[in-house]
């Protein structure tokens, strides 16, 4: 067997592994979001609808969601489980867990306008999951570059790259909560 005949059989199987994680990992949210088509191994953050990214972004049960993505992708137990895990392995998933916040509310800003394309946003969800808990997520989330359309778009311009990341970060709130005011608008 060549090289290249060994890759695509690690790719092919990488694609059932995926697969067969996000059938696990993606049944509480078929349980939430009944009237939604399939979640599967290709959902990405950004092809989520908005109500969606919204109970993600804010609400307690978005963040079990989340936790219960993960420990089911992972076929570790269910969101119920996440708190009960030994510190170690907690840690790791907590690490996890908080990178996929931050680009379930970086998709919040995007759709407002406030934010180019995040980093990470065309890799599906539960590719990223299985990614980081055999890599380890980065240490530190770039946070994507601000839009004109931000409000605080001429403040950001004055500001150092460090106070950029944190101007960013105060802005999620507010953010959230427009987010949540727009969608709702339009439910």
Same mark, same amino acid.
């Given at each position: 067997?060549?090289?290249?005949?060994?890759?695509?059989?690690?790719?092919?199987?990488?694609?059932?592994?995926?697969?067969?994680?996000? *059938?696990?990992?993606?049944? &509480?949210?078929?349980?939430?979001?009944? +009237?939604?088509?399939?979640?599967?191994?290709?959902? *990405?953050?950004?092809?989520?609808? %908005? $109500?969606?990214? +919204?109970?993600?972004?804010?609400?307690?049960?978005?963040?079990?969601?989340?936790?219960?993505? @993960?420990?089911?992708? =992972? %076929? /570790?137990? @269910?969101?119920?489980?996440?708190?009960?895990?030994?510190?170690?392995?907690?840690?790791?998933? !907590?690490?996890?867990?908080?990178? =996929?916040? %931050? /680009?379930? *509310?970086? &998709?919040?800003?995007?759709? !407002?306008?406030?934010? $180019?394309?995040?980093? !990470? +946003?065309?890799?599906?969800?539960?590719?990223?999951?299985?990614?980081? #808990? *055999? &890599?380890?997520?980065?240490?530190?989330? $770039?946070?994507?570059?601000?839009?004109?359309?931000?409000?605080?778009? $001429?403040?950001?311009?004055?500001?150092?790259?460090? %106070?950029?990341?944190?101007?960013?970060?105060?802005?999620?709130?507010?953010?959230?909560?427009?987010?949540? &005011?727009?969608?709702? #608008?339009?439910?």
């Amino acid at each position: 067997m060549n090289r290249n005949q060994r890759m695509n059989k690690v790719v092919y199987l990488e694609n059932i592994k995926d697969r067969k994680a996000a *059938r696990r990992g993606f049944q &509480e949210w078929q349980r939430y979001f009944p +009237s939604l088509p399939s979640f599967n191994e290709t959902t *990405r953050f950004k092809d989520l609808p %908005d $109500e969606v990214i +919204s109970f993600l972004a804010e609400d307690e049960g978005g963040r079990y969601l989340l936790q219960d993505l @993960i420990m089911r992708a =992972l %076929d /570790l137990g @269910i969101g119920a489980d996440f708190p009960d895990l030994p510190p170690t392995e907690l840690n790791a998933l !907590l690490d996890l867990f908080f990178v =996929l916040m %931050d /680009l379930v *509310r970086f &998709e919040c800003m995007r759709r !407002l306008g406030w934010l $180019e394309e995040p980093l !990470l +946003s065309t890799e599906p969800i539960v590719t990223m999951i299985r990614r980081f #808990h *055999r &890599e380890g997520p980065p240490p530190l989330l $770039e946070v994507p570059r601000i839009a004109s359309g931000h409000p605080g778009y $001429e403040e950001y311009l004055q500001l150092t790259p460090m %106070d950029q990341q944190a101007f960013l970060r105060r802005s999620i709130p507010r953010a959230v909560a427009l987010f949540k &005011e727009k969608i709702g #608008h339009h439910a």
